[in-house]
């Protein structure tokens, strides 16, 4: 069978998807860092909430989207030759890296719902969480790439 796409192109889209959603990752938290930093109703604090709102729409939630697009069209293709067993069987072929990395991927999806939620938070005013805090926080998305990167590429 023949896709519109071919598994190349598809893995290039997901490759640039995922830089962007974890350069959004470790840039919203720097934003929140500058939120809770600020003024309360000053001129700084509705700047990077601005910002933050910005971010999450035009990078996060369409680079999200497209990864995980991508990611499940590449896994489809990959086992593709495979679908004339039952799903469980063909589970049971997928290399053990992957379940890895399919966890993390999960982790920084979670993540970024923490991070939406947080961001509804400081937007009413509340600052549950000190600027260190934040700063700690836009660590995580890297570190946690970084293990989906090498299951990925080295298929351990």
Do not use: C
């Not at 192109?9 to 500058?34: C, D, K, T």
Request: proline fraction near 5%.
């Amino acid at each position: 069978m023949e896709h519109v796409i071919g598994y190349d192109l598809a893995r290039g889209l997901h490759i640039i998807a995922v830089i962007a959603w974890i350069a959004g990752l470790l840039m919203l938290p720097r934003f929140y860092a500058y939120v809770t930093a600020s003024q309360p109703g000053g001129e700084l604090e509705a700047a990077m909430l601005k910002a933050a709102r910005n971010l999450r729409a035009i990078i996060l939630v369409p680079s999200f989207i497209l990864a995980w697009a991508f990611g499940i069209f590449l896994f489809a293709t990959y086992i593709a030759g495979d679908w004339s067993r039952p799903l469980p069987e063909v589970l049971t072929t997928v290399p053990h890296w992957f379940w890895g990395k399919l966890i993390l991927v999960l982790g920084l999806s979670g993540y970024q719902g923490f991070l939406s939620a947080e961001g509804r938070r400081l937007i009413k005013g509340e600052r549950r969480h000190t600027e260190r805090y934040w700063r700690l926080m836009s660590e995580v998305p890297f570190l946690i790439a970084i293990g989906a990167v090498l299951l990925a590429t080295l298929e351990p």
